[in-house]
């Protein structure tokens, strides 16, 4: 069976500082793949990366960069130049090549503050 | 194009009612999904339908739930004599078939009273 957990329920930050909100999974599959979605107020689910396991090069989207550690199974995602814009809800999820559904974390609560 | 649509955004029934819930997917897309979000927890996968079929639906929680996707395109969650262990927000999300990225809607969120 697949887990994922988000061991910060709520972080903050200032605006255009860094931040990692950290993740860590557990699975049996071989080919699987990880997510970070981001849930503003508005509650429509956003991706915000994704990360094949396969995959050695962490991803990296604009100022979104995660950081795989593949042998620890740990999945965390740095936010750099954090903006107001970022506020919102931040999970974790897996998903395995051969089960589509996705298995999410508790998710973290992020506040950027002026 | 249009995302992923979802109606109605806000639902309050009475414990013991029926409700329907809708999923329009992204056009195109082969894969739907529907999860629940329970207030403060991460989504919860109920169903996922690749076409027509229901490829899995392990994540249905017992009987009064069911959900069709009779042309491969819109879906709908149906939720029989409803509870109030019900309320929830709703999420359908579409993908373009494999473990490709899910696109999700804006959620109905269905209150029991």
């Known amino acids: 069976a697949q887990t994922v957990t988000q061991s910060q329920p709520e972080m903050s930050v200032q605006e255009a500082e860094t931040v990692t909100l950290s993740c860590t999974y557990d699975t049996s599959e071989s080919n699987y793949y990880l997510f970070w979605y981001k849930q503003p107020p508005s509650r429509q689910m956003i991706l915000v990366i994704r990360q094949e396991a396969y995959k050695q090069q962490n991803a990296t989207e604009n100022r979104f960069s995660v950081n795989f550690q593949k042998a620890a199974k740990s999945f965390s995602l740095k936010i750099s130049d954090s903006q107001l814009g970022d506020t919102a809800m931040y999970f974790c999820?897996?998903?395995?090549?051969?089960?589509?559904?996705?298995?999410w974390g508790l998710g973290t609560s992020l506040a950027v503050n002026p | 194009g249009a995302g992923v649509s979802q109606t109605p955004s806000n639902k309050v029934t009475e414990k013991g009612k029926y409700v329907e819930l809708r999923c329009d997917p992204i056009s195109g897309h082969t894969a739907l999904y529907w999860y629940r979000q329970s207030l403060g927890q991460g989504p919860e996968f109920l169903i996922y339908f690749q076409g027509t079929g229901a490829a899995d639906d392990s994540g249905l929680p017992n009987d009064r739930f069911f959900a069709v996707r009779p042309e491969g395109s819109v879906s709908t969650l149906k939720i029989q004599r409803t509870e109030r262990g019900d309320s929830a927000v709703y999420l359908c999300a579409s993908s373009d078939g494999g473990v490709d990225t899910q696109y999700f809607g804006p959620g109905t969120r269905l209150t029991v009273l």
């Open positions: 999820a897996s998903g395995a090549g051969n089960n589509r559904k996705l298995i």
